[in-house]
């Protein structure tokens, strides 16, 4: 159990739906991450926020669109996707953004299927 | 952009033979993490390395930041069966809008056999 949670831990949708993951941090982080991992391919940073500003979007497509409320909670809403992002998401947290030794905590990941 | 180049893609080993992974960038990296993720899970860090040069172990775990801070090696002793995962490398640059943007290696699959 590192500190961050994600809902749902499974997710089935079709191209048309619209659908949001969900990730709770309770280690009272200000940096939340979210990532995109596909088979056979490295983690790739898709947005970073600090203390819920956007610091980051990493030419991520506009049909994914996150949201900060707060610095404990992540959103990641979903709407028109395609088949080649059905993917692992996984949500981070650190401290913040200020320091070399910053550890990113993960949580255990959305796996997203779109039909 | 930044790549990292991860080897080997996947281990079959013995229990108690002892493990061996890489990591070799095109260009420098001022951190460099090891991560393990198990099925189902997301990754967790095992190792931080933050100067060049600096060995740092973890129980059976023994990772080094390459001299030249375009790599890394990560050593497992003694396997055991909980081993098996996939280990990922990150680099990470420092300063500026540096924070937070780790590039993670394709990652090895170590597979334990009893």
């Known amino acids: 159990e590192t500190g961050v949670t994600q809902t749902p831990r499974h997710l089935v949708m079709g191209m048309t739906n619209k659908k949001s993951l969900k990730c709770e941090q309770h280690?009272?982080?200000?940096?939340m991450y979210w990532y995109k991992q596909s088979a056979k391919k490295p983690l790739e940073l898709m947005f970073v926020?600090?203390?819920?500003?956007?610091?980051e979007n990493n030419s991520v497509p506009s049909r994914f669109s996150p949201e900060c409320p707060n610095s404990s909670h992540l959103f990641l809403h979903l709407h028109t996707l395609q088949p080649e992002d059905s993917a692992l998401y996984l949500c981070?947290?650190?401290?913040?953004?200020?320091?070399?030794?910053?550890?990113?905590?993960f949580g255990p990941g959305t796996r997203l299927t779109v039909l | 952009g930044q790549q990292l180049n991860q080897s080997p893609q996947s281990m079959f080993i013995q229990e108690g033979e002892d493990v061996s992974m890489n990591c070799t960038s095109s260009s420098i990296f001022n951190t460099w993490l090891w991560y393990k993720q198990e099925p189902g899970e997301g990754p967790v860090l095992l190792i931080a390395?933050?100067?060049?040069?600096e060995l740092t172990s973890n129980g059976r775990l023994t990772a080094q930041f390459g001299i030249t801070r375009k790599d890394s090696f990560l050593n497992i002793s003694a396997s055991i069966p909980s081993d098996v995962g996939i280990y990922f490398c990150a680099g990470q640059l420092d300063g500026g809008t540096s924070y937070g943007k780790l590039t993670f290696g394709q990652g090895t699959i170590l597979t334990v056999h009893p």
């Open positions: 981070a947290s650190s401290q913040d953004l200020t320091g070399t030794t910053d550890t990113q905590y």
């Open positions: 280690l009272g982080h200000n940096a």
């Open positions: 926020y600090n203390f819920k500003e956007q610091t």
């Open positions: 390395l933050y100067k060049a040069g």
